[in-house]
C-alpha cells in the first residue's frame, strides 16, 4: 500500500509540475497581450525586463532610430550605454521586426556598420566604447542613419594581403 502511495506522489509532483509550468506560460501569454505591456517583446529574454523596468524608473532612455527609407523604431537603452550598446540593441530590435514581418532572415551587420553609421544632430557616432551622453543623446531623443565610408587612411577597411604561405618557403631554400 506505501508503494502505491509512493507512486502516485511520483505521479502527481510529476503532473503538478506540469500543470504549474502550463498556468505560468499560460498567465504570460495572457500579461504579454494585455495593452498596457505592448512594449514587452513576445519572447523577453531578462535583460528586456530589466532595460523596461529601468526605463520606467528613469534610469533608461527609449531613443527613436530613423532608417534611410524614413521608417523609425525605438529602442531601450541604459542611461549609461555605450554606442556599442545601441547597436546591439538595434540589431535586436531589427531581428525582431523582420521575423515578426518576414520569418528568418540574414542581415549582415558587419557589412551595415561597414558602411553606415549612427548620427545625431550633427555628430556621428563612430567611437563604439563613448558613451551615449557624450554625444548629447539623452531620453526620447533621434538617431539616425547616415552613409559612411571609412577613408583609408585610417588603417580601417585597406586592402587584404594576400597570404603567401609557400612564398616564405621558397626563401628557406
Not at 523604431?73 to 546591439?88: E, P
Not at 531581428?95 to 553609421?117: P, T
Request: with cysteine; glycine share 6%.
Amino acid at each position: 500500500m506505501e508503494s502505491g502511495a509512493k507512486e502516485e506522489g511520483k505521479v502527481l509532483g510529476y503532473n503538478s509540475k506540469k500543470v504549474k509550468k502550463v498556468a505560468i506560460l499560460s498567465t504570460l501569454a495572457a500579461l504579454l497581450d494585455d495593452p498596457i505591456l505592448a512594449d514587452v517583446p513576445k519572447k523577453p529574454s531578462l535583460s528586456d525586463v530589466d532595460i523596461l523596468i529601468n526605463l520606467e524608473l528613469g534610469s533608461a532612455m527609449c531613443i527613436s532610430i530613423f532608417k534611410l527609407d524614413g521608417t523609425s523604431f525605438d529602442v531601450a537603452v541604459m542611461n549609461s550605454a555605450t554606442v556599442k550598446d545601441l547597436k546591439l540593441a538595434i540589431k535586436k530590435k531589427v531581428i525582431e521586426l523582420e521575423q515578426s514581418k518576414m520569418g528568418h532572415r540574414h542581415i549582415s551587420w558587419r557589412h551595415v556598420w561597414a558602411n553606415f553609421c549612427l548620427a545625431h544632430h550633427s555628430g556621428k557616432l563612430l567611437d563604439d566604447d563613448a558613451a551615449l551622453h557624450d554625444f548629447g543623446v539623452r531620453n526620447n531623443y533621434q538617431v539616425h542613419f547616415l552613409p559612411y565610408v571609412v577613408s583609408k587612411g585610417s588603417g580601417r577597411h585597406s586592402k587584404r594581403r594576400k597570404h603567401r604561405f609557400f612564398h616564405g618557403l621558397s626563401k628557406l631554400s
